[in-house]
């Protein structure tokens, strides 16, 4: 089941990705789990549009970051996605929006932040 918080549609700017380190916080860390690797950070230029139907949910914000693989190889996001974001270059303009969802899958609740679009503005 997936509940929406928020969603964001921003212009933004692409900041370029770096490799975020282990934090050390389960058993299967740090070799093992997936909370370390390569994440893709932006810059909100503006909004577009914001929605946030209930009492939860991210408010509006000046930047966004995505991990796009774990320490381990894996994607971390669907390939369409990852194709775009390793073709953009430090200062990009892009559209990007996202959602921010309360997930529940096998009696697990948890916070997603999914990019719903993501294009490259080109240059006027």
Known sequence: MRKLLSSH???AEF???TFQPCRHRTSLCPNQCTHAGKVASFKVIKYIDYKKPGKYGDGKGTSFRTMVEDQLGNAKIPAATLIIIN???KG???????NHDYVTRNR???PERTIIKLSKVEPK
């Not at 990009?92 to 996202?98: K, Y």
């Open 9 to 11: 549609s921003t212009l």
């Open 15 to 17: 900041t370029g990705i």
């Open 87 to 89: 073709s953009l270059k």
């Open 92 to 98: 990009d303009t892009v559209r990007l929006s996202w």
């Open 108 to 110: 697990s609740s948890f």
